[in-house]
């Protein structure tokens, strides 16, 4: 019996797909089919995939040319799976010439050719929404956003404002960028979704706006110093049905939420200290003492909780600019520690010792791929980790597109107290003297 084998995502299962289940099955006697498992996908970058892992498993086994139907869950289990089927032929469409040349020292390898004319990416172009995205800027940095939110299924970034003509027309001409406006409210109309990225001082009054005019929001955190007033833009956002989404990328990132699990469903655990330091990774921009202490603020409230029953800060001041500040917080059972260097500079790393194990991120740890769980007694550390490129946008914008699809306005993230709360300890940092 001649045993084939071919792997494919099968979203939007169409006809192209169905040609080669044809014809890899003609190729021999048995045909086995790996179908991508989620995780698998989004790892290799395939974001956009619509269907679950359910429903494409159902839509092969539907054609009834398939013997069986596997789920490839890693990079580099073809050739495991190979071995373990003892298959005879590897098939896969001749998008992928050449890329797997290296099977077929392990069996014979066959590329057929791609039905023309259709594919995927081109059903979820048609079939689903699209969201133009708009940026109000005040630099000519775009924090990823352009390149980040196009690996996004139906999500492209298209306008730009800035109130500083010299920076709008750097912006779009750098990112390339269709449409660039110096009148806000035509910006504003012409978005489905609006990233609000620019100084502190002005992201309120831009917020307000663009929920007003019934807009979704992407903001740069925090999105003022006064909670009352983070209060009024999460109330308008709610009469208004739409969605308010705080920039802090890493609740959307797969090994913080591991993090989380671990430490929130007990894993270490009593939790005794929190600690983490960090600095700004761009020299280059200055006065974002507040951005990197809410990136800080909010694992802390995550891990420790809100009631802690003491707060103290110190700050190092230049005029208005806090250059460092060390932020400590007494809770009943334990303590955090909170160091931000904006103009100082501090080693970034995040500590949180348990009574039960302590994890370690080192480096960017608020965008990082892994950490470290260090539990007593044992020589090695266990490694958890999980591979991406880029800042982490794109999980937020998949966040924001699943939101949409299930007409939630409410992010999982960032719940709305712990936005509050930051906005609240900032606010008393802020006030805090030399
Ligand atoms: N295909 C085709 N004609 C099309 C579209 C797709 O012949 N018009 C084939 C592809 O070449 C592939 C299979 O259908 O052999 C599944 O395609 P996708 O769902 O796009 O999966 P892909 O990302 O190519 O997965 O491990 C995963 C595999 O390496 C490939």
């Known amino acids: 019996m001649k045993k084939i084998i071919t792997y494919g995502t099968f979203d939007l299962f169409h006809k192209g797909h169905y ?18 498992g989620e995780n698998y996908d989004i790892g290799r970058g395939k974001l956009s995939v619509h269907d679950t892992l359910a429903t494409r498993i159902e839509n092969v086994k539907n054609t009834g040319l398939v013997d069986e139907i596997i789920v490839e869950e890693y990079l580099g289990q073809k050739i495991g799976d190979i071995i373990k089927y003892d298959i005879d032929a590897f098939v896969i469409g001749d998008d992928w010439v050449g890329k797997f040349d290296h099977l077929s020292r392990y069996c014979n390898m066959v590329y057929l050719e791609r039905t023309k004319g259709i594919s995927s990416t081109q059903l979820r172009e048609e079939t689903f929404e699209n969201y133009d995205i708009g940026i109000i800027t005040d630099e000519i940095d775009d924090n990823e956003l352009v390149k980040e939110a196009k690996l996004v299924n139906g999500f492209q970034v298209k306008n730009v404002f800035s109130d500083d003509k010299k920076i709008l027309d750097a912006f779009q001409e750098r990112y390339n960028v269709e449409n660039e406006f110096e009148n806000l409210n035509e910006m504003i109309e012409q978005s489905d979704i609006v990233y609000i990225h620019c100084a502190i001082e002005k992201r309120f009054n831009y917020i ?42 890493m609740v959307h990132i797969y090994v913080f939420n591991q993090l989380l699990w671990m430490t929130q469903g007990g894993l270490i655990g009593d939790i005794l200290s929190f600690n983490c330091s960090i600095s700004k990774d761009d020299e280059n921009r200055s006065n974002l003492f507040y951005d990197l202490s809410a990136l800080t603020l909010l694992p802390m409230l995550k891990i420790m909780g809100q009631d802690y029953e003491n707060a103290d800060f110190k700050v190092t001041k230049e005029g208005d600019e806090i250059e460092f500040a060390s932020m400590n917080f007494v809770y009943p059972n334990g303590r955090a520690v909170i160091n931000v260097g904006n103009v100082v500079r501090v080693d970034n790393q995040l500590e949180i010792i348990g009574t039960k194990g302590t994890i370690r991120m080192r480096g960017n740890w608020w965008r990082s791929k892994n950490f470290s769980l260090h539990k007593p007694g044992e020589v090695d550390a266990e490694l958890y980790n999980t591979n991406f490129e880029g800042n982490g946008f794109k999980y937020l914008i998949k966040a924001m597109s699943t939101m949409l699809k299930n007409n939630r306005i409410e992010s999982m993230g960032v719940f709305e107290d712990e936005s509050i709360k930051i906005v609240e300890i900032l606010e008393k940092v802020k006030n805090t003297q030399n």
């Open 208 to 249: 307000r706006k663009v929920l007003n005019a019934g807009k979704h929001v992407i903001y740069d955190s925090p999105a003022t110093f006064k909670s009352n007033e983070l209060e009024e833009l999460i109330n308008l956002a709610k009469e208004k049905n739409v969605i308010l989404m705080e920039n802090i990328k």
């Open 19 to 36: 040609n080669i289940l044809k014809r890899a099955k003609e190729y021999g006697d048995y045909l086995i089919v790996g179908v991508t």
